[in-house]
């Protein structure tokens, strides 16, 4: 009787094992079916990524080690490019003297005042919808096609605004983007322009509409005023928004190109060289690959490093919801 309990007992416990592993087995095939299929749907964007972004930007690092100049197979040189950068370019101080400039300004403009037109267009008025439309639909226009409308508007003679310039009394109105002495301050506002009725505003506005109004209404009930609610309600719930425009606004800074390009190709006298437009001449002009690729590589360590100090230090201020 005991063999006969045994030898039933055994088919039992082995078919257990067996049907869970069939279930298991199920399970794991289907589970690779379809990551299958997502590979298979995401595989053209995988190969945009390889071939456009991951391949140039390999080939850039290689390149940043050589002379390469297109014509010609690149020469392997180690850290000429980088040692040139740093003792042999006097150009390359300049343009990261401007452009640093350039960043010291525009970055706290920028945020400031798209936070104060975010706030304006957070009220409750009527007709607030069309003022948001009116202040984003410049942003929607290309940069390059802003710039050429800006260097027309701000032409010394005959620019509509030392026109008007001219009619209110001022005999002589700065000669804006043709000027050493104006052309960066002209270049720095109309970045500023842009930034502040485009994306950052639209961020902030986001972000106060995100504000419960719950906590208002207690800070009136204590007596705070607007400018404390500002304070004391509104600017510690937006400081996550503001730390990412910071990030956004400070890399837009230290890379900026089209402007002025377009309106002062870099003068005068080297007034508005920035870095990046240094690099695209390099580049781009002389075809020196190999130098502009080192060039380019150091923007991107100044990059990252800004951006690593600014996630390092945004513990301190930077107050998240539920902590």
Known sequence: MAVAQNQLSVPASSSRPGFLAR????????????A???YVFALPWIIGLIVFWIGPILASF???FTNYEVIGKAKWLGLANYTRAFTGDDLFWQSMGRTFAFAAYYVPAAIIGALLLASL????LKGTNIFRTIFFMPHLVPAVALAVVWTFLLAPKLGPVNMILRDLGIANPPNWLTS?????????????????????????LAGLQGVPQELYEAAEIDGAGVFRKFWSVTLPLLTPVIFFNMVLAIIGALKVF???WVATKGGPSYATW????????EAFQYFRLGYGSALAWILTVIVMFFTWVQVSYSKRWVHYEGN
């Open 62 to 64: 290689y390149f940043s």
């Open 274 to 281: 920035f870095f990046a437009l240094h690099i695209y001449t």
């Open 258 to 260: 089209t402007t002025a």
């Open 121 to 124: 267009l957070n009220q409750k």
């Open 180 to 204: 050493r002495d104006s052309a960066l301050n002209s270049v720095i506002m109309i970045n500023v322009w842009a930034a502040v009725g485009g994306n950052t505003m639209l961020i902030f």
């Open 36 to 38: 299958v299929w997502g």
């Open 23 to 34: 279930l298991l087995g199920t399970k794991s095939k289907f589970q690779t079916q379809r």
